[in-house]
């Protein structure tokens, strides 16, 4: 085998199928990854359809974390691990530790999983429909690919594997663009089975996913990809075979839902106002700084009772070293909110980005709907495509601010991370990165 990892994925995968957990709470326990495989039946699919839900919001937190504390969205503090605050600030990574490899091993067990499925849909000598094949199959790639794309997000110019369903004979580490070309082909190859399928797909889904149908789903991650690859045109069009509304609700979208229930799990993005240093998200001082006033998007962040220091890492507090807070995160209200996947909102910010260049007077309406909803009056600053790029990722960042990590993405997409978090260097020795390493045990 070439990577020790893969095989810790099929291990991960095996656990998680076998025994996952429905937004019920009722125990799945019962078909193995073997008999998913070798022949899936109808019950297995549904089994297999909510193991690969679950896993996909396996270490969510880590790596949300990750991409915001790099884009100076907030600090992470964990009393337990100064490794937030130290390696994360100074840019020192570790190939081998927490914020490396277990979003990197979660994100492949769930394309795993996918693959499994798919092995099992092949193989199937259930009576699925011919429209039933494609929904599933649809369904299995769009996931797959959105997996891949966390992952691409968070490797940024090493590349990553895409093909990787035969553990023994993994395809190739991809460059940066040829793994957004490749993640872009599985979506759009999901797209046609999706709208071969018709309106009967043979599962269900949580309710993260009631308010839009799989097919817009997937035009709308199509869209991201595309904006990512600077394909503006095709953005749009993906953009109207979506759930994008100009009118709508921005709250409208694709979502990891959580429970109490059995053995599901919280969501790992809470902390409760006022926590103590031994966990916690502290909004990084130019969110409230840089805000515009009136914008009611700094309700994502609540003044803490008292301010709060974190000491450096020479261990003395109220040096020049030190961290000062005084606001926590508060994106997720409670431990059963859910986390946008993806978001009217950011849809309509995607519409702002694909039209900047070419219609400027469509850009600017597409930010004034952000910005009325916000509370602000309309853009008035200049329409060269470079002056309407700052406003908008000035929008994507509070509209989109401690949800996935995008301010990071969007200032290195744009070559501007250096300059734009300049003024964001907290201590000195503190510096920028544009990507986390390689996994050490990947064997490229």
């Known amino acids: 085998m070439k990577i020790i990892k893969i095989f810790l994925i099929t291990i991960l995968s095996s656990v998680v199928l076998v025994s996952c957990e429905v937004e019920d709470g009722k125990d799945l326990n019962g078909p193995s990854t073997e008999s998913i495989s070798s022949d899936l039946s109808r019950g297995e699919l549904r089994d297999a359809i909510f193991g690969v839900l679950s896993d996909m919001r396996s270490r969510l937190g880590t790596q949300v974390d990750g991409q915001a504390v790099a884009g100076r969205e ?74 891949l794309l966390m992952v691409l997000n968070q490797q940024f110019e090493n590349g990553i594997r895409v093909d990787v369903a035969d553990p023994q004979n993994l395809g190739p580490f991809l460059s940066y663009d040829d793994s957004l070309t490749a993640i872009f082909n599985l979506l759009a190859d999901a797209a046609t089975d999706l709208s071969n399928a018709g309106s009967d797909l043979p599962f269900s889904l949580p309710s993260g996913f009631s308010d839009v149908s799989i097919l817009e789903f997937n035009n709308a991650l199509a ?169 908008i990722l000035k929008q994507r960042r509070y509209s989109l601010y401690a949800e996935g990590g995008h301010r990071w993405i969007d200032l290195r997409r744009f070559g501007r991370l250096n300059s734009d978090l300049a003024g964001s260097i907290d201590r000195p020795g503190d510096a920028i990165f544009d990507r986390f390493p390689t996994p050490a045990n990947e064997n490229r």
Do not use: C, Q
Request: avoid cysteine; aromatic fraction near 8%.
């Open 223 to 391: 869209a991201r990809v595309e904006a990512y690859r600077g394909n503006y045109a095709s953005v749009l069009t993906l953009l109207g075979n979506s759930f994008m509304n100009m009118s709508g609700d921005l709250s409208t979208g694709a979502y990891f839902t959580f429970s109490l229930d059995g053995a599901d799990i919280a969501n790992p993005l809470f902390f409760a106002l006022n926590s103590s240093l031994s966990n916690v998200r502290l909004a990084h001082p130019t969110f409230i700084n840089d805000a515009d006033a009136g914008d009611t998007r700094l309700n994502k962040v609540v003044l803490r009772d008292e301010p709060i220091t974190v000491a450096g890492p020479d261990g003395v507090a109220n040096s020049a070293d030190d961290l000062n807070a005084t606001h926590d995160v508060f994106v997720f209200t409670s431990n059963t909110s859910s986390v946008p996947i993806i978001r009217n909102e950011e849809l309509i910010l995607l519409a702002a980005e694909a039209n900047h260049i070419t219609n400027p007077t469509a850009a600017v309406a597409a930010i004034d709907v952000i910005r009325t909803a916000a509370g602000l009056s309309g853009y008035t600053g200049g329409t060269t495509p470079a002056e309407l790029v700052t406003e």
């Open 74 to 147: 907030y600090w992470r503090v964990a009393s337990s691990d100064p490794r937030w605050t130290a390696d994360l600030l100074t840019g020192t990574l570790d190939d081998n530790t927490f914020y490396t490899t277990n979003p990197y091993a979660a994100r492949y067990a769930t394309v795993k999983d996918v693959n499994l499925l798919l092995e099992g849909l092949a193989n199937t000598t259930e009576t699925f429909t011919t429209e039933e094949v494609a929904g599933i199959r649809g369904f299995a790639n769009t996931i797959k690919a959105h997996e």
